[in-house]
C-alpha cells in the first residue's frame, strides 16, 4: 500500500494554519506506516479534541475522534478488546498532559500497547493561543499577556518517571529521524511516547517574536542536538533528541490474558 491508500482525499485541505508542524507529523507518520507494510484495516487511530487531534480525520484506519484529554482512556479500552489492533494516539498538550494528564502517567505505568504521539507546540491553538503545561517559564500567551510563570513539564522525563517503556523525542525539522522513531515506536511492544516539537507560528511563534515557521523550524535544527552529543555538555541549554528508553517489561494486555487463564482454572 502507498500514503495515497492511507489518507481520506475527500477531507483535504487540510485545516490547519499555514506553516503548521502537524501537517509534517501526519506526513511522516503515514510514511512510517507505509514503511512498515501495515494493513490500514488493522490500525486504530483514536484522538481527542485539538489541532493535532483533528489528524485522525485525515487518515483512512479505523478512527475514533472523542473527549478533550480522554483519547487514552478510549485507546485502551479498544486495545483491551482487540488487542490484536495497532492503536495511534496523536494528542497535544492539553489533551496529553493538562486535561489528560492522568490518564496520560497511568498509562504509562500500565504499560499497555498503545503509541502516543505528543506535538509539543507549547499553546492551545484551536481555541485562541492560551498558555498550556508545555509553554515553559517566561514564555507570552493569550492568557499570559505578562508572561507566564508556569514551569512547563518535561514530556521525556515525566513519560519516563511514569513507566513508559518506550520514550522518544524529535522535531517537525529533523523528518527522517521522526519517521525512524515512529517505526520504532509502533513495533515496540509497551506504552510508547513520542514527543514531537511542532512550530505553531501562528500563535506560540507571533506572541513569542519567534519570526515565521522557517525561523522556528531552524531553531529546532539550532537549538537540539542527538543524545548523548558533546555539544549538550558544553551548552547544558540545548535540547537532546532521540530514544531515551527502550526496554521490555510486561505487557499490560498480555498479563490481563494471564489474569483470565488463572481464574478460569480457579
Not at 503548521?20 to 501526519?26: D, K, Q
Not at 499570559?144 to 523525542?169: C, E, K, M
Not at 517505526?183 to 511563534?205: D, L, N, W
Request: hydrophobic fraction near 40%; proline fraction near 4%; charge should be positive.
Amino acid at each position: 500500500m502507498s500514503v495515497k491508500d492511507y489518507i481520506r482525499e475527500r477531507f483535504f485541505p487540510h485545516m490547519w494554519c499555514p506553516g503548521c508542524g502537524h501537517g509534517i507529523v501526519l506526513n511522516n507518520l503515514l510514511r512510517a506506516i507505509e514503511d512498515l507494510g501495515l494493513n490500514k484495516t488493522g490500525i486504530v487511530m483514536v484522538s481527542g479534541i485539538g489541532c493535532s487531534s483533528r489528524i485522525s480525520g485525515y487518515v483512512d484506519f479505523h478512527s475514533l475522534h472523542t473527549l478533550h484529554g480522554r483519547a487514552l482512556a478510549f485507546a485502551t479500552g479498544v486495545k483491551m478488546s482487540r488487542p490484536e489492533l495497532n492503536v495511534i494516539v496523536p494528542m497535544g498538550d492539553g489533551d496529553a498532559l493538562a486535561i489528560g494528564g492522568n490518564h496520560f502517567i497511568h498509562a504509562a505505568r500500565r504499560n499497555i500497547d498503545l503509541t502516543a504521539i505528543v506535538m509539543n507546540n507549547r499553546v492551545y491553538g484551536m481555541t485562541g493561543g492560551q498558555y498550556s503545561p508545555l509553554s515553559g517559564y517566561g514564555t507570552s500567551a493569550t492568557t499570559a499577556p505578562y508572561t507566564n510563570i508556569d514551569h512547563g513539564f518535561d514530556i521525556v522525563a515525566l513519560a519516563a518517571a511514569a513507566g513508559a517503556s518506550f520514550v522518544a523525542r524529535t522535531t517537525t525539522y529533523h523528518v527522517m529521524e521522526l519517521r525512524n522513531i515512529v517505526k520504532r515506536a509502533i513495533t515496540h511492544k509497551g506504552f510508547s511516547v513520542v514527543e514531537v516539537m511542532s512550530q505553531c507560528p501562528t500563535y506560540f511563534g507571533r506572541k513569542n517574536q519567534m519570526g515565521s515557521a522557517v525561523d522556528m523550524m531552524r531553531s529546532y535544527k539550532e537549538n537540539t542536538v542527538p543524545l548523548g552529543s558533546k555539544e549538550k555538555q558544553e551548552h547544558p541549554e540545548l535540547i537532546e533528541r532521540g530514544v531515551f528508553v527502550e526496554k521490555e517489561l510486561p505487557e499490560y494486555r498480555a498479563e490481563y490474558d494471564r489474569i483470565i487463564e488463572r481464574a478460569r482454572k480457579g
